[in-house]
């Protein structure tokens, strides 16, 4: 009797555990988050995602930063943390004529097949640079570019192209 009672208590533990255990979105319509404006364009930042936002390397200044950047990364708690987790750099071009694909600069360039997902229809590459991983994604509305670089891979962590967070986040990129 008191081994079927150790073993019913301990399957009601099993159960509370695996009830308790936050499910991963399926879907990137059941991502949520927040809406982070860079003042030219949004994206969704997922929960448990971080945004910064891109610094003005041109500028003498500290703390100014470009609308037209974002860098959001997952699992992140401080800046620090671009240096050892997945991310997703975003760069936003008004005029499709200021930009230049940057395919050339990156070793083991091989092509995706192009989509559509949200505002825009999206050519890219999987490629490296220095060692790292990178999924490059450029799309156009007609008038404006984005492109997306994926970090895949860092320091043991993964995200892709196919997790639900990082098409959401794709999906909700919008030109302001």
Known sequence: MKKLLSMM???????AVIACTPKAPETPEEVTGETYDTGEFTALVPEGW???PSSDLLDEYEGDYDPTGLQICKGAKSEWDLFSKPCITINYYEDATEFASAKSWYDDAQDITPFDLGNYSWTGYTATSLDMPYTILEGTDGVSVMQVSILTEN???SI???????QAIIMSILAN
């Open 50 to 52: 971080m945004a910064f």
């Open 155 to 157: 320091s043991g962590n």
């Open 160 to 166: 892709a192209l196919e997790d639900a967070d990082v």
């Open 9 to 15: 208590l301990a399957l009601v533990m099993v159960f």
